[in-house]
C-alpha cells in the first residue's frame, strides 16, 4: 500500500499561472481532503470531498477549484496563481468520520 | 466554528526531560480529537487519537494525551523524550468530517 501519494513534490509558478496538483490513495477511502500549510497557521483546510461526486469549501476555498475524479483521485487547481498561494499542499483521506492520513505534501513556490 | 488553541509555539527540551503539550478547543457538541506529528521534512503522522472511552489515551512511540471534557483540553505528554522527538506537534478536532488544526508547537530536544 502507498497509502496516500501527491505530485508533485516541488513545483515553482509565477504569477498568473495555472497548475494541478494530483491525489491518490489506495485505501477505499470515502472522503479526501486538501489542506495547505502555513508557519504559525497549522493546516487549514481548503476543499474536502466527503464521498465520490461531492465537493465542498473549506477554510480558505477562494483561488482553488477541485476534481473528484474517481473514488482513488482528487484533484486541486490553481487557475491564476498568486504569491499569496506559496505554501505547502497537503491531500489527505479518510473513512468517514476516522482519522485522516496525510500525503507527502507539494511545496509551491509562487513568484 | 470549532477552534483549536495550542499553548506553546516553541518548546525547547533537553534529552531525558518530561514534555507536556496544551491544546484547548471551543466546540460545545461531540467532537475526536487528535495529534499529528510532522518531522523535518517530513508529512503528518498520526500519534494518537480519542474518540470515545478512557480519557487516558495512549499512543506511539511513547506519547499520551489526557481528554479532560470539563476543560475542553486534550494534553500530550511524554515522560522523557528523545533527540528524535524533535518535531512539529499539531491537536486536531473533527465533527463530521472535517479537522481544524492547531497551528502547531515546535519541539527541539537537545541532546
Known amino acids: 500500500n502507498a497509502g496516500v501519494t501527491q505530485t508533485p513534490k516541488f513545483q515553482v509558478l509565477k504569477t498568473g499561472q495555472s497548475m494541478t496538483l494530483q491525489c491518490a490513495q489506495d485505501?477505499?477511502?470515502?472522503?479526501m481532503y486538501w489542506y495547505r500549510q502555513d508557519p504559525g497557521m497549522g493546516l487549514r483546510l481548503i476543499y474536502y470531498s466527503a464521498s465520490e461526486g461531492t465537493t465542498d469549501k473549506g477554510e480558505v476555498p477562494n483561488g482553488y477549484n477541485v476534481s473528484r475524479l474517481n473514488k482513488r483521485e482528487f484533484s486541486l487547481r490553481l487557475e491564476s496563481a498568486a504569491p499569496s498561494q506559496t505554501s505547502v499542499y497537503f491531500c489527505?483521506?479518510?473513512?468517514?468520520?476516522?482519522?485522516?492520513?496525510f500525503g507527502p505534501g507539494t511545496r509551491l513556490t509562487v513568484l | 466554528a470549532q477552534s483549536v488553541s495550542q499553548h506553546n509555539h516553541h518548546v525547547i527540551l533537553s534529552e531525558a526531560a518530561s514534555l507536556e503539550l496544551g491544546c484547548n478547543y471551543s466546540?460545545?457538541?461531540?467532537?475526536?480529537l487528535f495529534w499529528y506529528v510532522q518531522y523535518p521534512g517530513q508529512h503528518l503522522q498520526l500519534l494518537l487519537k480519542?474518540?470515545?472511552?478512557?480519557?487516558l489515551v495512549k499512543g506511539i512511540k511513547g506519547f499520551e494525551a489526557e481528554f479532560i471534557k470539563s476543560k475542553f483540553s486534550f494534553n500530550l505528554r511524554k515522560p522523557s523524550v528523545q533527540w528524535s522527538d524533535t518535531a512539529e506537534y499539531f491537536c486536531?478536532?473533527?465533527?463530521?468530517?472535517?479537522?481544524?488544526f492547531g497551528a502547531g508547537t515546535t519541539v527541539t530536544v537537545r541532546a
Open positions: 466546540y460545545g457538541g461531540t467532537v475526536n
Open positions: 486536531a478536532v473533527s465533527n463530521d468530517y472535517k479537522l481544524s
Open positions: 480519542y474518540f470515545s472511552g478512557d480519557p
Open positions: 489527505a483521506s479518510s473513512g468517514y468520520g476516522d482519522t485522516q492520513y
Open positions: 485505501m477505499n477511502h470515502n472522503s
